[in-house]
């Protein structure tokens, strides 16, 4: 079965940073996109940012947009969330997600069109 395992979660004062990474278990995640989305306490999961499968596209939430930057080895198969300036309401569990189609053009932002997923880690930004 193919794993997603998540990494570098942890406990930061508001304006930390942290960096999360995730890693495939499989070598053919290097042919999709790759996303990160969070879920916080009462709250529906929301998309964060992704990155098409050569690494050369990516797109970010308006929410984080010029805080946090994804990034993809040149393997592809770990893919990386640099969160910077990070506030309070960063605060949630942060899953690694996989597109379920291969080669795909365009990066897609809807949980729907990710199939298979990391168990999260958590992100908790104190103020």
């Known amino acids: 079965q193919v794993q997603l395992v998540e990494s570098g979660g942890g406990s930061v004062q508001a304006g930390g940073s942290l960096r999360l990474s995730c890693t495939a278990s499989?070598?053919?995640?290097?042919?999709?996109?790759m996303g990160w989305f969070r879920q916080a306490p009462g709250k529906e999961r929301e998309f964060v940012a992704a990155?098409?499968?050569?690494?050369?596209?990516?797109y970010t939430a308006d929410s984080v947009q010029g805080r946090f930057t994804i990034s993809r080895d040149y393997a592809g198969i770990t893919v990386h969330l640099q969160m910077n300036s990070l506030k309070p309401e960063d605060t949630a569990v942060y899953y690694c997600?996989?597109?379920?189609?291969?080669?795909?053009?365009?990066?897609?932002?809807?949980?729907?069109?990710?199939?298979?997923w990391g168990q999260g880690t958590q992100v908790t930004v104190s103020s």
């Open positions: 499989r070598s053919t995640f290097g042919s999709r996109a």
């Open positions: 997600a996989a597109d379920s189609r291969a080669y795909r053009a365009t990066v897609l932002t809807s949980t729907s069109a990710f199939d298979s």
């Open positions: 990155v098409n499968w050569r690494g050369d596209n990516t």
